[in-house]
């Protein structure tokens, strides 16, 4: 997504401009929530108005339209608004809301929800996996379940993670302050384990202690995972949240 929105954002500005996510997605995973930032040099600003706002508009109205046409089908920007001082879309964020969803359904997944929703043949216990859930919460290192990454730290505060089921479909809602690479999917994936039955309760938390990345389970597929918000602070906490992020965390 990044890479289509800096080739978009290049041309209607006519500099080479480049996009800050506040959080990656694997390819496959989706982001309904995605928040993200560019800076623009000022004499480039002019370039991506055709038209200046009309009286009563948005200021960036004209800009959002001109940029949706520049856009694939599968990738949209929904609103554009200025930055406050000292805003960075990745390291001024306080946390990021992810879901999880799959189908138990013996059929798979209905058509208009297979590209968002993993089906999953077998029965899964959604209580155990909830009470798995509960073991994970709170500020760990998460090594067994990231993909190394050089200089990345895997110390995370995992502030949700529970379980909601709607017939056949069934969630995971989960919340950090940040996650490391694959982190949402690899706990999913251990969970699944539990909710097949094939490992215990209790042994998600018994994986805290591990260094590195487990090899005991399979992440879960990419095509369930969706970015579906960022929270931020207020505005005059912006670069105090800046200043912590990167810290790099040891415990």
């Known amino acids: 997504m990044a890479g289509v929105l800096d080739e978009a954002l290049t041309t209607v500005f006519r500099t080479p401009v480049r996009l800050r996510a506040a959080g990656r997605t694997d390819a496959g995973v989706h982001a309904t929530g995605q928040v993200a930032h560019v800076d623009v040099p000022g004499d480039a ?59 138990t359904a013996p059929y798979g997944v209905e058509p208009q929800r297979a590209r968002y929703v993993t089906a999953w043949p077998r029965a899964l216990d959604v209580a155990a996996m909830t009470a798995a859930s509960r073991d994970l919460l709170g500020l760990h290192d998460f090594a067994a379940f990231c993909r190394h990454r050089d200089g990345a730290t895997t110390i995370r505060e995992l502030q949700r993670l529970d379980w909601s ?52 389970f399979a992440a879960a597929p990419a095509r369930g995972l969706t970015l579906v918000g960022v929270d931020y602070p207020p505005d005059d906490q912006l670069a105090a949240r800046n200043v912590i992020t990167r810290d790099l965390r040891s415990r």
């Open 45 to 103: 600003v002019p370039n991506a108005y055709p038209r200046r706002p009309c009286a009563g508009e948005p200021e960036f109205l004209p800009l959002l339209r001109r940029l949706g046409r520049f856009l694939p089908a599968d990738v949209r920007v929904c609103d554009i608004t200025r930055a406050p001082a000292g805003f960075d879309a990745r390291f001024s964020a306080l946390r990021r809301h992810y879901a999880y969803r799959l189908s």
């Open 165 to 216: 089921r709607d017939g056949e479909l069934i969630t995971a809602h989960v919340t950090a302050d940040a996650f490391c690479w694959s982190m949402v999917r690899s706990l999913v994936g251990a969970l699944l384990a539990v909710g097949e039955r094939k490992r215990p309760v209790g042994w998600c938390r018994e994986l805290l202690a591990a260094a590195a990345r487990s090899s005991d």
